[in-house]
């Protein structure tokens, strides 16, 4: 009781802050893990496709080799080679990991717990999508500065290949969600979600209305094209086969990690594998309603804790079918040329994703 | 003053101070990535929340990144051996400091100081939206073709050696 | 809420995120083997073969070209989000502005993408 009581007295503010603080602390304590396991789930999907054991001998079924991977980064000498630029060297793979973590705060893993303010959400940003987009951009530093630093002519090559590919199909991600944002009519990723859960809001009063909701008010089957054009981006974005044209090992050995050992080689890893499944969680948000399920009223916010903890499961379960389709296709389909690569993005996707904007919008007029 | 708006402005202002100053051009590069994040969270203090993430998006994560690429495409990053400061810069300082002057007079000659402070306005996306589609529609296809004529320059200049013979 | 509340958490995720990465790193370097330094371990790796020249090299200018549309286009979208929002809206009155304007919009800037194209500013073969 005394402990409520110390809680109550804080003033709003406060405890919006508190809040927040444990949100955040549990949000990447659940992330942590999540990177960790998918390692081990890529190893042994990739062991079962390719008709291989995988690793499974450390503890039951190998489940415990996320820790002994960890502790090998942690213990492995950590060398600062003399032909590199020092201060570069040390803040690149930070700079991989670090956007890589702050997407985290815009997307609404859950209803909510407890009562209907603690919102599952870290910070429910009116220009939700502009800010994960701004973060997204930030990530071609580390990259660029990895290969400028390393000072080697792979490391190089890779940095400025993979930079130039991120860019390109930043472009056409961010066109991508256009015709979403039209239908939705904000760009807060809550609002996304209300609306695919079939609460739309009032022209007049700007009050959400509840309209007859299932699976097909899922976006994803309302702009199949936008997202098809933004998980291909996805892939490249995140530098995965196919598009893993920086680290591609038969011509640049590794790309621009080559010259990085012990953490900070692991910290790219980490920052890629966290970029993997923050835009699974962004497509899961914008194209396949978030945490909710169109049964059970799981489309509503939870009124109660159990619900609450449901909604998060549910969108733990959606990311992780992305998960394991990013970690699937890796293993199927073989690496793209880089003009290849370069073509889809400009001059396959950008023209489509313009057509889509406007077929969208002559639609939309023609209904209304 | 206060003190969030006192630490971004210095934070600023010593990205920009440190961008024109420092002799490696990468260094000035990331320096000159301080002032335009700096500029951001400014917008973001004064409730603009499009406006700082545009700023994040277009000059942070696109125009930087324009500048770094420029630097390592012309292996330029190795200092050179100018002194930093121009042989006249005497002079420079003196124009400066008039300018400055001079707009300060202006500044404080105007009636503009007389008017009351309006109270910062709280611009969401969609008024923003409204307003770019009514008020100001002649300047955004202005803009648009100013887009059109950057991109029509950069592939000239780009692309101007592939007319030649090789 | 204040809209500067909102932006706490971020500022708390900046702090617990660059803990995390620089943590990790000042981990690695107190746990880490300290092995010897010899000359071979300090050259660039290239396979085995002894590096030759600078290690950066130069590069296309394609990727400076690439770069600046990058620029164009990126201020392109960011002005299609306010359109996008208040489009479904602003179509009960004023539905041929808000098209128009941004169709117009949309096909000034189409022309400059087809007369890059057109140059072969996106052709990376030759």
Request: with cysteine; net charge neutral; glycine share 8%.
């Amino acid at each position: 009781m005394n402990r409520m009581e110390w809680l109550a007295n804080l003033t709003p503010t406060q405890q919006f802050v508190l809040f927040s603080v444990v949100k955040i602390i549990f949000a990447v304590a659940i992330l942590m893990p999540i990177i960790a396991y998918a390692v081990l789930v890529e190893r042994r999907l990739c062991a079962f496709i390719q008709d291989r054991v995988g690793p499974n001998r450390v503890g039951p079924f190998g489940l415990l080799q996320p820790l002994a991977d960890g502790a090998k980064a942690i213990l492995k000498e950590d060398f600062t080679p003399e032909h590199v630029r020092k201060v570069y060297y040390w803040l690149a793979p930070a700079l991989c990991m670090i956007p890589a973590l702050l997407t985290l705060a815009v997307i609404p893993f859950g209803s909510n717990l407890g009562n209907s303010n603690n919102r599952m959400v870290i910070a429910d940003l009116n220009v939700g999508i502009l800010y994960t987009f701004g973060i997204v951009s930030l990530g071609v530093y580390g990259i660029v500065l990895a290969g400028y630093a390393a000072n080697s002519k792979y490391s190089f090559l890779g940095g400025i290949r993979s930079s130039a590919q991120m860019i390109s199909y930043e472009i056409a991600m961010g066109m991508s969600v256009i015709p979403v944002f039209m239908l939705v009519g904000s760009l807060n990723l809550s609002a996304v979600i209300d609306y695919q859960a079939g609460r739309i809001p009032d022209p007049e009063t700007g009050r959400l209305i509840q309209h007859s909701s299932g699976l097909l008010s899922w976006l994803v089957f309302k702009q199949p094209l936008a997202f098809l054009i933004f998980l291909v981006a996805a892939f490249a974005e995140t530098n995965r086969l196919p598009f893993d044209l920086p680290e591609s090992e038969q011509e640049l050995v590794g790309g621009y990690n080559t010259e990085y050992s012990s953490m900070k080689f692991a910290l790219f890893f980490m920052g890629e594998y966290a970029n993997v499944i923050l835009s699974s969680a962004m497509m899961v948000t914008l194209f396949f309603g978030g945490w909710t399920l169109p049964v059970f009223g799981l489309e509503q916010p939870a009124d109660s804790l159990g619900k609450g903890l449901l909604h998060i499961g549910i969108f733990l379960g959606k990311m992780a079918a992305f998960l394991i389709l990013f970690i699937w296709v890796r293993w199927m389909l073989p690496r793209f040329r880089y003009d290849q690569l370069m073509d889809l993005g400009w001059r396959r996707f950008i023209p489509l994703a313009l057509a889509n904007i406007v077929v969208t919008a002559i639609l939309l007029w023609v209904r209304a | 003053m206060d003190p969030v708006f006192a630490f971004l402005a210095l934070l600023t202002t010593a990205g920009a101070v440190a961008a024109v100053s420092l002799r490696n051009l990468v260094h000035c590069a990331l320096c000159l990535v301080v002032a335009f994040a700096g500029l951001a969270a400014l917008y973001l203090q004064l409730n603009a929340q499009f406006i700082g993430f545009a700023q994040i998006l277009v000059y942070v994560g696109a125009v930087a990144i324009l500048i770094v690429f420029a630097i390592l495409l012309t292996r330029g990053s190795e200092p050179g051996n100018q002194p930093i400061l121009s042989s006249s810069w005497q002079a420079g300082l003196g124009v400066a400091v008039l300018v400055l002057g001079a707009l300060g007079v202006a500044v404080a000659s105007s009636f503009v100081r007389y008017y009351p402070v309006s109270p910062a306005p709280q611009p969401t996306v969609r008024e923003l939206g409204e307003q770019l589609m009514t008020n100001y529609v002649l300047p955004l296809e202005v803009i648009g073709l100013l887009l059109t004529a950057a991109m029509i320059g950069a592939v000239i200049i780009a692309m101007h050696e592939k007319q030649g013979p090789r | 809420m204040d809209q500067l509340t909102q932006y706490i958490p971020v500022l708390i995720l900046v702090v617990v995120a660059v803990c995390f990465a620089f943590g990790m790193l000042i981990i690695s370097v107190l746990f880490g083997q300290k092995g010897r330094r010899d000359q071979i371990k300090d050259t660039p790796y290239e396979c085995g073969m002894q590096p030759v020249g600078e290690g950066s090299t130069r590069l296309s200018v394609k990727f400076y070209l690439v770069a600046m549309l990058f620029i164009l286009f990126d201020i392109e979208v960011v002005f299609l989000y306010p359109w996008a929002v208040v489009y479904k809206d602003m179509l009960r009155d004023h539905a041929n502005l808000i098209f128009g304007s941004m169709i117009t919009f949309l096909g000034i800037l189409f022309v400059g993408y087809i007369y890059a194209l057109k140059k072969g500013a996106f052709d990376w073969k030759r």
